[in-house]
Nanobody, 125 residues
Framework: VQLQAFGGGLVQAGGSLRLSCAVS????????MGWFRQAPGKEREFVAA????????YYADSVKGRFTISRDNAKNTLYLQMNSLKPEDTAVYYC???????????????????WGQGTQVTVSS
């Protein structure tokens, strides 16, 4: 499966962006899909995920209530709607995919086999 993330950019604090992740090679709905981010000098961290074949979603505490993960199975595309952005949301955002994950593995980047190339999000204060 191939993943391509896009939609990043520069936005002022309080603004919104929507990231997209186009999936090819396999059916999106058969994968658990996640968004992760990595800021300069920091480790990659979990942002949000949506479980395969369900609408069950997970969010990091830092983005809960501000970010929404969703997928369009007809378009084979994953989304991350980001509202009320803060400067600390600045990072490269990556989409990731895998199958057959247990719940405890969902927020752990090491368990994802497929990754997109990342898209830069910069939030100015």
């Amino acid at each position: 499966v191939q993943l391509q993330a896009f939609g990043g950019g520069l936005v002022q604090a309080g603004g919104s962006l929507r990231l997209s992740c186009a999936v090819s090679g396999r059916t999106l709905s058969s994968y658990t899909m996640g968004w992760f981010r990595q800021a300069p000098g920091k480790e990659r961290e979990f942002v949000a995920a949506i479980r395969e074949r369900t609408t069950v979603t997970y969010y990091a505490d830092s983005v809960k209530g501000r970010f929404t993960i969703s997928r369009d199975n007809a378009k084979n595309t994953l989304y991350l709607q980001m509202n009320s952005l803060k400067p600390e949301d600045t990072a490269v955002y990556y989409c990731a995919a895998d199958r057959g994950m247990i719940q405890s593995s969902v927020p752990v980047s090491a368990y994802y086999d497929y990754w997109g190339q990342g898209t830069q999000v910069t939030v100015s204060s």
